[in-house]
């Protein structure tokens, strides 16, 4: 079986779509020296989001302004911006896009003043392309498409489906981009740096089998609902996941299996580029996905098993919800082993309450016990190889309800203190 002949890519000249996203002229340079004119990306910027707010369906205005609202943030436009044309100056727009096309035989391509979706794909891009702060109202094509310089999509948003599958970048930037639905990126080929710095997905985020050759950023990425998709993709070592906003645990089961195959994805991904605080972070929230899928309704469960009620009821007491709780004190106790913080606190607490316990016992003949002899016997349970025991004589006398504390100290302190020790373990990467 032999690969697929490359298909046979038309300049972005003669494509349509480009030429009114460069409405007034393209940028002169070709790669990282170019004479970036702001001005000129301000006007063709300016122009395509008019164009676009103009045959915008009332279902795409909801959705622009619900976006405008939550991302502000990451917009580079301003909604005078997205101020429809009227009559005059779309005139006036057509008129430019004929001084744009020349002698090509090129028409606009809203013939029917609908916006159904934006073709880029098949098209050699031989100069840096800047489409900072565009909008794109409908379903974006660039698929197949290659750059030979730069390309940018800075602050760009997205309304519908962005499929940039198979797109070869030399470099490429979608800092603080916003998409809305679907993002596609599976097979794409960056061989320069690929920048997804402050960028949101709101659904799914597509790079299977995509190649990043070089430095890759998704710092302070979101990713909303739907953990990114990275299987048989490969990262480079200079990959950055700092500070990743990830999606809630689903409560659909399917959805949750989804999610924990996802993670454990990268999570391998981070292990083999040596990544130990992505890694373990990855590994945490693919627990958390799992403990969703001990949640599942017993009804549920036995009717797709075909089992009696009674029986799954059983089966998820000692299996399911002993999973569960584990998982949730795990978590509730340690962040999953991540948090120094926590274990810490908690021995705080069990520390402060048994010696409240203990001060108000009468556990000597002549009164309850004094408060420092109460805070070492406190100390002494939670942490049981200080050298200080206490007297015999005050333990015999303690009440049978400070006798349990004291026993559930010892127990839970040894669980904290381990949890403690594998958060520093974690923190400073010991072996």
């Known amino acids: 079986m032999t690969d697929e002949p490359p298909r046979a890519l038309a300049p972005a000249n003669e ?34 989001n008019r164009w676009c707010a103009t045959f915008l369906s009332r279902e795409r205005q909801e959705s622009l302004r619900d976006a405008i609202a939550r991302y502000a943030k990451n917009l580079e436009f301003d909604e005078s911006e997205l101020i429809p044309y009227d009559e005059e100056e779309l005139r006036a727009f057509i008129a430019a896009f004929e001084r744009r096309a020349g002698d090509r035989k090129v ?38 498409s290659s750059f030979s310089a730069v390309a940018s999509f800075q602050r760009a948003i997205f309304l519908d489906y962005a499929n940039f599958s198979a797109a070869a970048f030399s470099g490429a930037s979608f800092n603080a981009a916003v998409f809305l639905d679907d993002a596609n990126f599976a097979k794409t080929r960056f ?13 799914a985020a597509d790079f299977k089998a995509a190649k990043l050759m070089a430095h890759a950023d998704f710092s302070f990425a979101t990713f909303e609902t739907r953990v990114p998709d990275f299987r048989d993709a490969s990262l480079p070592e200079e990959a950055r996941w700092r500070r990743i906003g990830w999606p809630e645990p689903p409560a659909d089961s399917n959805a949750a299996i989804e999610q924990i195959d996802a993670y454990a994805r990268l999570k391998a991904e981070m292990e083999r580029l040596k990544k130990h605080e992505e890694e373990q972070a990855l590994f945490s929230k693919e627990l958390r996905a799992r403990r969703e899928l001990r949640k599942r309704p017993i009804g549920e469960i036995a009717r797709r ?19 569960w709780f584990a998982n949730w004190a795990y978590e509730f106790f340690s962040g999953y082993g991540l948090s120094i913080g926590r274990p810490l606190a908690s021995l705080g607490v069990l520390l402060l309450a048994g010696t409240l316990v203990f001060a108000t016992t009468d556990s000597l003949d ?31 006398h303690l009440s049978t309800s400070a006798k349990w504390l004291g026993n559930a100290q010892a127990l839970l302190g040894l669980v904290l203190l381990f949890l403690l020790g594998l958060a520093l373990r974690n923190r400073f990467r010991m072996k």
């Open 191 to 203: 061989s320069a740096e690929a920048k997804f710095f402050d960028s949101v997905f709101r659904r």
């Open 305 to 323: 098993l075909g089992a009696h009620r009674a029986v799954v009821a059983l089966n998820w007491i000692f299996n399911g919800a002993i999973d």
């Open 107 to 144: 028409l606009p391509p809203n013939r029917d003043h609908t916006i159904y979706s934006v073709h880029l794909d098949d098209v050699q891009f031989e100069r840096h392309v800047r489409f900072d702060g565009f909008l794109f109202p409908s379903l974006l094509s660039f698929a197949n």
């Open 15 to 48: 494509n349509a779509w480009y030429l009114m996203a460069t409405l007034y002229g393209e940028q002169r340079g070709s790669g990282d020296a170019e004479i970036f004119d702001r001005e000129l990306a301000r006007r063709n910027r300016c122009a395509w």
């Open 366 to 396: 002549d009164g309850p016990m004094d408060p420092l002899d109460a805070l070492e016997l406190s100390a002494t349970n939670l942490i049981s190889f200080l050298p200080y025991k206490p007297d015999g004589v005050v333990s015999a």
